[in-house]
């Protein structure tokens, strides 16, 4: 069994992941379904994008 902080930084980079991967489903299936450019699933799809990176990006630091 791993340290604390170690089991600690992990799941925060995997958090980061499934951010990332939630806002690049919700943007496929925006487009997909005929989304433009400023409808809630795109915003929110950039949203957890943006979320998802910036939080791995300091995980990472």
């Given at each position: 069994?791993?340290?604390?902080?170690?089991?600690?930084?992990?799941?925060?980079?995997?958090?980061?992941?499934?951010?990332l991967a939630?806002?690049?489903?919700?943007?496929?299936?925006?487009?997909?379904?005929?989304?433009?450019?400023?409808?809630?699933?795109?915003?929110l799809?950039?949203?957890?994008?943006?979320?998802?990176?910036?939080?791995?990006?300091?995980?990472?630091?």
């Open positions: 069994m791993g340290s604390p902080e170690r089991i600690y930084r992990g799941s925060v980079r995997a958090l980061s992941l499934v951010f939630l806002g690049l489903a919700i943007l496929v299936s925006t487009f997909a379904n005929g989304g433009g450019p400023l409808s809630v699933g795109t915003l799809g950039v949203a957890f994008l943006l979320l998802g990176s910036v939080r791995l990006w300091i995980a990472l630091r």
